[in-house]
């Protein structure tokens, strides 16, 4: 644990290889753009990391937006990583990636072409403002728990929550819909 930042640290081995392997949720949104494009090229760099591989992909959802409500609807889906990464090795790739898709941050809840966060690292809690995990909005979305629970059965030493009961509750109000479109 970093002192400092409160964030676990999982470095291991680097130079043989052996840090330990966690899983992460991951949840993908995006509203600019070509907006499936943009989540199937998140789903293949994030696969593409260093010690990295993609357990489970949900469908693709799409819904309105919140808080700021005047901008077009999201596509979200949620993906289970195993990775050596560590927490905030993790951050800095998610942001590169939404950098690469021309992520630019005008204001907070605002049109993105790509948004990367990560909402639970395996066996890691942290109350960093730069990485608070888990995401401390994720028990309040249903573009994040409906998603969520078409995978958590993949969840490993994660926090004991009935993720499909919330996103039932939350679903009654938000609506979440499987996206039609293209293949995304």
Sequence with gaps: MDERTGVESDQGDRETGTAERRRAFVALGSNLGDRAANLAAARVALSGLPGTTLLAASRVYETAPQDVVDQPAFLNQVL??????????????????????????????????????????????????ELTLP??????????????????????????VDVEGLAASLARDQAVRVYGGAKA
């Design 80 to 129: 289970c990583l195993e990775t050596s990464l560590a927490p905030r090795e993790l951050l800095r790739a998610g942001q590169a990636i939404e950098q690469a898709r021309h992520r630019g941050r005008g204001f907070r809840f605002g049109p993105r072409t790509l948004d990367v966060d990560i909402l639970l690292f395996q066996g890691v809690e942290s109350s960093d403002p």
């Design 135 to 160: 995401h401390p909005r994720m028990f309040q979305r249903a573009f994040v728990l409906v998603p969520l629970a078409e995978i958590w059965g993949w969840a490993v030493g994660m926090p004991d």
